[in-house]
């Protein structure tokens, strides 16, 4: 990962801060992600792990889920959840994103 791209994860990662300090309701409010929109095509969001581009994240590997990640607003078990990189929709549980960071614990 160069610099340029690790300042800008860490620089979306902070300023989602205070979105998970305000709570995941209103990350839980809305539908599901659309693919195809803006913000996940930015992060390179599948709404399966198993379709990610393997060229373009090489890092990635299929047991990473948003289930998983530490920004996920829900429960290991749950189809899917809140996300405050996708505020008022939800991510599909065995989904991925560039922004995924292990669940501590």
């Keep these: 990962m160069s610099d340029?791209?690790?300042?800008?994860?860490?620089?979306?990662v902070a300023a989602t801060g205070s979105v998970l300090l305000a709570g995941s309701a209103?990350?839980?409010?809305?539908?599901?992600?659309?693919?195809?929109?803006?913000q996940a095509v930015a992060l390179g969001y599948k709404a399966?792990?198993?379709k990610?581009?393997?060229a373009?994240?090489?890092k990635h590997t299929n047991?990473?889920?948003c289930t998983n990640c530490q920004l996920f607003a829900g429960k290991p078990?749950?189809?899917a959840g809140g996300c405050p990189l996708f505020a008022g929709k939800q991510v599909a549980g065995p989904g991925w994103c560039s922004a995924w960071v292990k669940k501590a614990g």
């Design 4 to 12: 340029s791209t690790r300042r800008i994860f860490f620089k979306q």
């Design 26 to 38: 209103m990350a839980q409010a809305g539908g599901l992600v659309d693919e195809k929109s803006a």
């Design 48 to 50: 399966d792990t198993t």
């Design 52 to 54: 990610v581009d393997k």
């Design 56 to 58: 373009k994240y090489p």
């Design 63 to 65: 047991d990473q889920k």
């Design 77 to 79: 078990t749950d189809a």
